[in-house]
């Protein structure tokens, strides 16, 4: 893998969220019956720092859930005989919530998909919105997200890496491609 740039620095990656929650708060008028629900991995560090942000703003506490939709995979046979399962930690009632579904990169819309399946057997919200730290493009399905951190047109040789200070050590988005041989 070839590095070609950093799309986001760790100021970038913070006006981003500050913008989004921001967006959250607007479109939503407050953040009545609004939940968080990080996609695991990235989208959950990213969650949490969303609703921190709300705090600031709002001075209410926005609840935040985990989701892993390894299970809800289309492509779960071509994963692994033994996929890893990192667990869905939803604490709170999802029916009739107005739900934030959080993850960091937007490609195909299929982890989207599967994160809506996987919401639906908890309860039936109110509304399903999307919040995206990058979208990628190349949609599969048709998925739009309702809040963007930026727009990064790629080419599907391309991979995107959102670093995260609490996985990665470090917050930083970085565009690469891959080598062929």
Do not use: C, W
Not at 47 to 58: F, M, N, Q, T
Not at 112 to 125: K, Q, S, W, Y
Not at 168 to 173: F, R, T
């Amino acid at each position: 893998m070839i590095e070609k740039a950093k799309i986001m620095d760790e100021q970038a990656m913070q006006r981003a969220i500050t913008r989004i929650s921001h967006e959250i708060i607007e479109k939503n008028k407050g953040v009545d019956d609004v939940v968080l629900i990080g996609i695991q991995r990235r989208g959950v560090p990213l969650s949490r720092k969303i609703a921190l942000k709300i705090k600031e703003v709002e001075g209410t506490d926005v609840p935040v859930g985990i989701l892993d939709i390894t299970l809800y995979r289309d492509d779960l046979s071509l994963l692994a005989e033994h996929p890893v399962i990192n667990g869905t930690e939803i604490n709170f009632n999802i029916t009739g919530k107005k739900i934030v579904l959080i993850d960091d990169v937007l490609y195909t819309g299929r982890t989207v998909r599967a994160a809506i399946d996987a919401i639906m057997d908890l309860g039936r919200p109110q509304m399903i919105q999307l919040a995206i730290l990058i979208d990628r493009g190349h949609r599969e399905l048709p998925i739009r997200a309702d809040y963007v951190g930026k727009n990064v047109p790629t080419s599907k040789d391309e991979i995107i890496h959102v670093k995260v200070e609490e996985i990665d050590g470090i917050n930083e988005v970085i565009i690469s491609s891959q080598e062929n041989f």
